[in-house]
């Protein structure tokens, strides 16, 4: 209650200081969703669905407010799922989701990641029933989540593959139907608008930006017609991979019609798919070294100071948006508002956000040490002869994180937004590794056995 009291203040101050809320230049493109209803080449409606349930209220200090909300309640559910660990463990798994400076901050800015962060909390929390019920609940989850991100896709793969590994696999049939039909469905509605296949029309466009960071054209010896996708200049001197997709001196942004044209996104998907077959290493090394950002102690500046800024509690109110696109975009928040839009800073309230943000923080390392527990653990258990029942609780949040953290490294580029989602998934796994509180444990040896945590067969709870 205190952690939670705690993550309450500081999201009063988030309201009081930024109001009504942040702006990022992703907010303009799900804003024009809003008004008119259309799937977007590049991002899922999801998140503009959510902005439209809250359409009627008439301000985006009730979209940050929802927001807000939506952090406190993911941080209530992990402690929930946890406290099947000693409470000292499912209190500090809390910790990061409520307390974190940067998690406020992204709450705060008009973007998609904490609803979706809260939609996969919510699936892992109910991820552990086998009511047939809970089950489509769970696949309702994980289909608004992927539609809100598309990084969401393989985590209907992994929920499914945890119930045939418990070999529950009508249950399994059940997640998939239910995460499915709301999936084909916004599919079917992309093909009619664009007659393409898919939920966006850019996964070419990112990995072929994601190539760039080790394609070599002398290696790949591409056919003429991907030659026109080359960078002569030396990997190490190249932008950050999202600049392949903004820049305009981008090839691919050079070439005609728009960037994400189903003529260019094939030509980037084809460059892509043979920068990585024929340097396999290179693309592993670069993935690799994509993901270690993400465990680095300091916060350095990437992938440019723009995009790294709109992650800070600005000291001055930003401006109006400069790309067209967003100028657009920003008319459309204006009937949205039913006024005029922007961030007023208050102080002092802001002032004391900025000072808390530049102490208060989930550092990379701290982040890593999390991840590597479960796995750890499990190994030390093994080796004292103890053996966990069946699959160990913290299996699904463990792997969900890692997934999270590895897809963008792998398909597109690292960002600290997209870090942030896994964090309480990974504090979750953590803390169930832990193993149960025996001391202060109700129910029976066969409850405990039912969620896979590790109790000797002589205890009596």
Same mark, same amino acid.
């Given at each position: ?27 303009? *493109?799900? /804003? ?42 993911? &941080?209530?559910?992990?402690?929930? /799922? ?58 309702? +989850? ?54 393409? /296949? ?30 026109? +996708?080359?960078?002569? !200049?030396?990997?190490?001197? !190249? ?15 050079? +070439? ?39 465990? *680095? ?45 922007? *961030? ?19 550092? &990379? ?59 309480? +998934? ?36």
């Amino acid at each position: 209650m205190v952690v939670l009291a705690l993550g309450t203040a500081l999201r009063a101050l988030a309201m009081l200081g930024y109001r009504p809320a942040l702006w990022f230049p992703d907010t303009y *493109t799900y /804003v024009v969703t809003v008004f008119k209803p259309r799937p977007d080449l590049v991002r899922p409606a999801g998140y503009s669905m959510f902005l439209k349930l809250l359409e009627p209220f008439h301000g985006f200090g009730m979209v940050a407010a929802g927001q807000h909300l939506l952090g406190l309640a993911a &941080g209530v559910l992990v402690y929930r /799922v946890a406290r099947r660990a000693p409470r000292w463990a499912a209190t500090l798994a809390t910790v990061p989701v409520l307390l974190d400076a940067y998690q406020v901050e992204l709450e705060h800015l008009l973007v998609s990641d904490t609803l979706f962060m809260f939609l996969v909390v919510a699936a892992v929390a109910l991820g552990r029933a086998e009511r047939r019920g809970a089950v489509v609940a769970v696949g309702l +989850l994980l289909a608004a989540a992927t539609l809100t991100r598309t990084v969401g896709q393989p985590l209907i793969v992994l929920f499914a593959a945890w119930f045939v590994l418990r070999r529950r696999v009508g249950l399994a049939g059940v997640l998939l139907a239910a995460a499915l039909v709301p999936v084909v469905a916004y599919g079917a509605w992309f093909y009619a608008t664009y007659q393409r /296949v898919g939920l966006v029309g850019a996964n070419g466009a990112f990995l072929y930006a994601r190539t760039m960071s080790f394609a070599d054209c002398a290696r790949m010896d591409p056919p003429p017609d991907l030659k026109v +996708l080359c960078d002569p !200049r030396p990997p190490e001197r !190249r932008p950050p991979s999202q600049e392949y997709i903004w820049a305009k001196d981008s090839p691919l942004v050079k +070439l005609p019609g728009i960037t994400f044209t189903k003529e260019n996104d094939d030509l980037a998907s084809r460059f892509a798919a043979l920068a990585i077959t024929r340097q396999p290493l290179d693309y592993a090394a670069s993935v690799l070294a994509e993901l270690g950002r993400t465990f *680095t102690w300091s916060r350095p500046v990437y992938p440019d100071p723009e995009i790294y800024g709109y992650y800070e509690f600005p000291v001055t109110e930003p401006g109006p948006p400069g790309r067209y696109p967003a100028r657009v975009g920003a008319e459309y928040a204006k009937l949205y508002e039913q006024g005029a839009i922007g *961030t007023k800073i208050v102080e002092p309230y802001a002032g004391w956000l900025r000072a808390y943000q530049s102490m208060a923080r989930l550092p &990379g390392p701290v982040l890593l040490g999390v991840l590597l527990l479960p796995p750890v653990a499990a190994v030390a258990r093994r080796r004292r002869g103890r053996r966990p029942a069946g699959a160990p609780a913290w299996l699904v949040p463990w792997s969900a994180a890692i997934v999270l953290l590895a897809t963008p490294a792998a398909a597109a580029e690292f960002d600290y937004r997209y870090v942030l989602p896994a964090v309480p +998934l990974a504090c979750l796994a953590a803390a169930l590794s832990i193993g149960p509180n025996v001391l202060r444990q109700s129910g029976s040896n066969r409850r405990a056995k039912e969620f896979g945590d590790d109790i000797p067969p002589n205890v009596r709870l």
